[in-house]
């Protein structure tokens, strides 16, 4: 009754964005005016051999005429594969195999409900006791849907069958098939590094797999930083300076907790220092960067990224940190002796004896 009630509808939607009424439809398909009225309000279906006329009348197809598919609701996919693994634990995988078979039929092309099947019946098999032959049979065919959709229009959707193919592979330990799939997996995926890393593992390559699970912590690590960082600005645009320097402790505790550059644990005071005009705090913090500044960091420092250490990242490392740390140091300097805002502390007796040490160092480093 459902699905006779969605044909109807679409009849109707159909009629109209024609301009066509339903006596010009009745006259053209030579039907009674009360025979279409019946088709749009569910009393009753167009007779099989009206579908072709009818279809091509209303500008569509047949296919698109009975398929329901853009009709089904998230909410009724679940429903429906809820049902089916009910039948499956009550009645077997075989009859679950068969309500499946049949709702393909039903809404032949709906790429999400497919999908929503394919994942029912791979539950019913995860949990089923199944002989080897009924494994193999019908392993074979959950794959079948799943590789079926691989190519399908929805970005999502390829998304979630590209990750349930790998870890389908990856049970098997089909490397082969593995790799096939991480080609289909963008490196912005949440869990591309994690499927790496599971790839690498089940071959053997466990240098290969730490380094896909450290590149997997570096990028995300340097992303906290920044949002604990724009969070800073915003308690400061607020003036809530105790806020602002609770998340200038929590973004330092970060940094030394996943062994980052100590450079971005005195960093992040600055501006919270600088609005307060806390001296003392500000000396602590140009002293701990200097200091930083002379220690650039590599991924061997950190014993969560050390794998990520080549050969070529450490080639003349020696003069380009040399480099590195006269240019930090003398752009410190020059933030100390120009920026406005610290004025204040350029006039106290600790910022006086901070820029005379600050100058020696840099002067230094210049010989």
Not at 8 to 36: H, M, N, P, Y
Request: proline residues 2%; aromatic residues 6%.
């Amino acid at each position: 009754m459902e699905d006779q009630n969605l044909l109807a509808k679409k009849i109707q939607s159909l009629r109209k964005e024609k301009k066509l009424t339903q006596r010009e439809v009745a006259d053209k398909l030579g039907v009674s005016e009360q025979a279409v009225s019946k088709w749009e309000t569910g009393g009753s279906c167009p007779d099989i051999s009206m579908l072709v006329p009818l279809a091509r009348l209303l500008g569509t197809d047949v296919n698109t005429l009975l398929a329901f598919q853009s009709e089904l609701s998230l909410e009724k996919m679940g429903k429906l594969s809820k049902e089916i693994q009910e039948t499956g634990r009550r009645e077997g995988l075989e009859a679950a195999y068969e309500m499946v078979q049949e709702l393909l039929r039903e809404y032949p092309g709906c790429d999400q409900l497919t999908f929503f099947l394919a994942n029912a019946l791979h539950a019913l098999l995860s949990v089923q006791n199944t002989t080897p032959e009924e494994t193999a049979r019908y392993g074979k065919e959950i794959e079948r849907l799943y590789r079926g959709l691989v190519d399908c229009g929805d970005e999502k959707l390829r998304d979630q069958v590209n990750r349930m193919l790998f870890y389908w592979y990856a049970r098997k330990e089909q490397t082969d098939r593995m790799e096939e799939i991480m080609q289909n997996i963008s490196e912005d995926d949440r869990a591309y590094h994690e499927m790496g890393a599971l790839l690498y593992r089940t071959k053997g390559e466990y240098g290969k797999a730490r380094e896909c699970l450290e590149r997997g912590l570096l990028l995300p690590a340097a992303q906290i930083q920044g949002l604990i960082g724009q969070l800073q600005v915003i308690a400061l645009q607020e003036e809530d300076i105790s806020e602002a320097l609770a998340l200038a402790e929590t973004n330092s505790a970060l940094v030394r907790l996943m062994g980052l550059w100590e450079y971005g644990a005195y960093s992040c005071f600055l501006e919270p220092y600088t609005v307060s005009k806390n001296v003392e705090g500000l000396v602590r913090t140009f002293r701990g960067m200097m200091e930083a500044a002379e220690k650039p960091w590599r991924h061997a420092d950190s014993q969560l990224f050390r794998h990520l250490e080549k050969a070529e990242d450490t080639k003349n490392a020696e003069e380009q940190a040399k480099k590195m740390t006269r240019r930090l140091q003398s752009d410190l300097m020059e933030v100390l002796e120009r920026e406005e805002s610290l004025a204040f502390l350029r006039e106290s007796e600790e910022g006086q004896a901070l820029l005379a040490e600050m100058r020696h160092k840099c002067h230094v480093k210049e010989m």
